[in-house]
């Protein structure tokens, strides 16, 4: 257990570090800006395109995996907004903010570094493939719930070509497909260029995890609302619970693979929910207690995945 929070203890810190940096300088939300910037284009997708670039073509092209993972994550999000429209009366919009809250995880700033840190290389692939056709899909499902929600009154075909265009153009997407690419055709990278590449993906995890830390703490927790309670279990414990069990059930993967998935579905809420949530003017404050928490609880939880599988108690096929 001590190896496990030894591991857990440089991602938290850069969390808490920067949650004290924010308090203490009280810079406004508008210096995180930059940051941010040079997060999600730059360091992140070098660290994709890295990740990418290096695997063997057929390791890419696992498409049983990636829809295995999907479909445990959306049946997580299907559960939550029917368990929100229908048993607690919430609107449409208000819906779909808190079936994501339960659902998207923080699987692309603390995912990458967490994953490779605990499993080594071999959990490259796997990451890369969730962190990206995951987001592919939430940046997909989000507008389009919305805007059946009325959220969105711009004509449906101008709401499609939006989104559709901002899926294939964003960074994430681009450094991925360009790494499919240069596996596909197994071309070298210019000295240079993937020295470059190195120096920029070290810096995706400590930056993203620092300006986690400085959004939290410039949205200070006011109250608790009563669905951040069963959200919580359902980010943390039964979300990796279901993409465990799908996973065992949809085929014979690599443990390593297995294992990236689990971990990575134990990450709390994305602070993309909060976004989505301000964008359209829903949830909002009840979206931010729901990421502020949920990464607090996820001090505990994270461990206790942690040991179940580096103690060989989580098999990696439940059904072999």
């Known amino acids: ?77 299907l559960l939550l907004f029917l368990v929100s429209r229908y048993l607690r009366r919430a609107s449409f919009a208000d819906s779909t903010i808190q079936a994501f809250g339960g659902s998207y995880g923080n699987i692309g700033y603390m995912g990458p570094g967490l994953a490779l840190l605990a499993f080594g290389e071999a959990a490259a692939v796997p990451v890369a493939l969730i962190v ?8 997909i499902v989000a507008p389009a719930m919305m805007a059946v929600a009325g959220g969105d009154r711009r004509p449906p075909l101008r709401v499609a070509l939006d989104v559709m265009g901002k899926v294939a153009l964003h960074p994430f997407i681009l450094s991925t497909a360009l790494g499919f690419v240069v596996a596909a055709s197994g071309m070298a990278v210019p000295a240079a260029a993937q020295r470059l590449v190195d120096y920029l993906a070290q810096a995706a995890a400590p930056c993203a995890l620092f300006a986690m830390g400085v959004t939290l703490a410039l949205r200070p927790l006011k109250r608790v609302p009563v669905e951040v309670g069963y959200l919580a279990v359902a980010k943390l414990v039964l979300l990796p619970a279901t993409v465990y069990l799908v996973l065992s059930l949809a085929g014979d993967f690599d443990p390593v693979w297995v294992y990236s998935a689990v971990l990575l579905a134990g990450l709390p809420t994305a602070t993309n929910v909060f976004v989505i949530s301000q964008q359209y003017g829903v949830w909002q404050e009840r979206a931010s207690a729901t990421v502020l928490i949920t990464t607090a609880l996820s001090v505990l939880t994270l461990p206790v995945v ?15």
């Open 1 to 77: 257990m001590a190896e496990i929070f030894a591991l857990l203890l440089p991602f938290f810190g850069l969390i808490l570090i920067g949650y004290l940096a924010a308090r203490v300088t009280r810079q406004p939300a508008e210096a995180l800006g930059w940051m941010n910037t040079f997060i999600i284009y730059a360091a992140l997708p070098a660290l994709f395109f890295k990740l990418v670039s290096r695997t063997p073509i057929e390791d890419l092209a696992r498409i049983d995996f990636i829809v295995a993972d999907i479909a445990a994550t959306y049946s997580i999000f």
């Open 306 to 320: 942690l040991y179940l599988i580096t103690t060989g108690l989580l098999p990696p096929d439940l059904v072999p």
């Open 132 to 139: 990206c056709l995951e987001n592919a899909t939430h940046f």
